[in-house]
């Protein structure tokens, strides 16, 4: 019974790994966009920051 729960949390973690890497490729250019955007114009709360 523990072997097989232990079993099922592994199969679930491989999931989501796989999952993440389809979202990641999925949305990679959108990622990147947003990601050069703040490089060149900051992030939106910048001027609010104390540190």
Same mark, same amino acid.
């Given at each position: 019974?523990? !072997? @097989? *729960?232990? =079993?099922?949390? $592994?199969?679930? =973690?491989? @999931?989501?790994?796989? *999952?993440?890497?389809?979202? =990641?490729?999925?949305? *990679?250019?959108?990622? @990147?966009? $947003?990601?050069? !955007? ?5 992030? /939106?709360? @910048?001027?609010? !920051? !104390? /540190?």
């Amino acid at each position: 019974m523990k !072997r @097989d *729960k232990e =079993l099922v949390k $592994q199969i679930k =973690l491989e @999931d989501m790994k796989i *999952k993440e890497k389809i979202w =990641l490729k999925e949305n *990679k250019e959108a990622i @990147d966009k $947003q990601n050069e !955007r703040i490089k060149k114009h900051g992030c /939106f709360s @910048d001027e609010h !920051r !104390r /540190f």
